[in-house]
């Protein structure tokens, strides 16, 4: 796989960086929205595909990316076809701010220390090329405004944005309602997408914790909160504040 292209967990994470507070929106779930995103970006590069709700590796040859090659490698020792939920649902420590990493190292974004509360040290991040953040995001309006079937790229992308609750993030407000309702019918337009999406929503709603037989049950609705513990879900309310937290 070359670089003259961004891959989806790319992508996925430079969505999710707030411009004004250098923070990703949404840091609990996307943990498991990019362990998603790398599912899909090995479906795209012919080396997994799905079968049933489970996940198989098809052609082990690494891609030439080390993050989603590490991905394969994990993928290729379990041997037989992982559940998707099981797999996304599984330990991820880290993958946020090893992607966070990778973008300051290809120059996309650039690190800011700090300090909350004038004590603990933080690090936040700022896209350096907003117009690349900006073509993402007029991929994802387009699809919406357009209602034209988007390519699979761009139809993964949004199935995890609203699989990890980026909806309210992009279109906020009563007047985004009705952009958030198409984002997430985006889903069916790709099926690997759609798989990945769905079992992202399932490992929030604690799908994980006690495996089901049969395909994951479709959750349309949307993520509830998690408790950044994979497969345990919080009762309590969400809180617009909270949705937010500074990415190291």
Not at 50 to 67: K, L, M
Not at 142 to 149: D, E, N
Not at 160 to 175: F, I, S, T
Request: aromatic share 2%; hydrophobic share 40%; with cysteine.
């Amino acid at each position: 796989m070359g670089r003259s292209r961004r891959t989806i967990p790319e992508e996925l994470l430079l969505l999710a960086l707030d411009p004004t507070t250098g923070t990703t929106a949404q840091p609990q779930s996307l943990d498991l929205g990019l362990a998603g995103a790398q599912l899909v970006e090995l479906a795209l590069a012919g080396r997994i595909a799905p079968d049933g709700d489970r996940i198989a590796v098809v052609v082990p040859r690494p891609t030439g990316d080390p993050t989603l090659d590490c991905a394969l490698e994990l993928l290729r020792r379990r041997g037989a076809p992982v559940r998707a939920v099981h797999w996304i649902g599984g330990p991820r420590l880290g993958l946020r701010q090893t992607y966070l990493s990778h973008l300051e190292r290809c120059g996309m974004v650039h690190a800011v220390a700090g300090q909350m509360c004038g004590v603990l040290p933080t690090t936040r991040y700022q896209a350096t090329d907003t117009a690349i953040s900006r073509e993402i995001r007029s991929r994802l309006d387009s699809a919406i405004r357009t209602g034209v079937p988007p390519d699979p790229r761009t139809a993964a992308l949004a199935a995890l944005a609203h699989a990890v609750g980026l909806g309210k993030h992009l279109y906020p407000g009563n007047e985004g309602r009705s952009s958030r309702s198409r984002l997430r019918d985006l889903i069916r337009h790709d099926p690997m997408g759609g798989l990945v999406a769905h079992a992202v929503m399932d490992v929030q709603n604690g799908a994980a914790v006690q495996p089901r037989r049969g395909n994951p049950t479709p959750n349309a609705r949307g993520p509830a909160e998690q408790t950044g513990v994979p497969g345990q879900v919080s009762m309590q309310p969400r809180r617009g504040a909270m949705a937010r937290a500074v990415a190291h």
